[in-house]
């Protein structure tokens, strides 16, 4: 009922910018907390950026000063502006989305189906 769809990523020299947009859709009452993770190959997945509703944002401290997290409430849209990028940045990045839905008491989190992105040395 509820999904996630992301797109921008790609490939990148280093220190070049991406940015990832992820839109919501379904239905959808309201939304708390999106964000986006990020899982490199053998490694777990991990927290990048973090938006709640009222615009608070958290970062990993490995991505402070250079990747910038916003969210257009209206459209249930949240984007990461991606800057400065390193090779160690390379990796499938998830959209995710604290949501709840017509009709429903209960608030669930719902993912994307990542989008790859590489950056080259």
């Known amino acids: 009922q509820v999904q996630l769809v992301e797109s921008g990523g790609g490939l990148v020299q280093a220190g070049g910018s991406l940015r990832l947009s992820c839109a919501a859709s379904?239905?959808?009452?309201?939304?708390?907390?999106m964000g986006w993770y990020r899982q490199a190959p053998g490694k777990q997945r991990e927290l990048v950026a973090r938006?709640?509703?009222?615009?608070?944002?958290n970062y990993a401290d490995s991505v402070k000063g250079r990747f910038t997290i916003s969210r257009d409430n209206a459209k249930n849209m949240v984007s990461l502006q991606m800057n400065s990028l390193k090779p160690e940045d390379t990796a499938v990045y998830f959209c995710?989305?604290?949501?709840?839905?017509?009709?429903?008491?209960?608030?669930?989190?719902?993912w994307g189906q990542g989008t790859q992105v590489t950056v080259s040395s």
């Open positions: 379904g239905s959808i009452l309201n939304i708390n907390a």
């Open positions: 995710n989305a604290n949501i709840l839905s017509h009709g429903s008491v209960r608030w669930f989190d719902s």
């Open positions: 938006i709640v509703s009222s615009g608070s944002t």
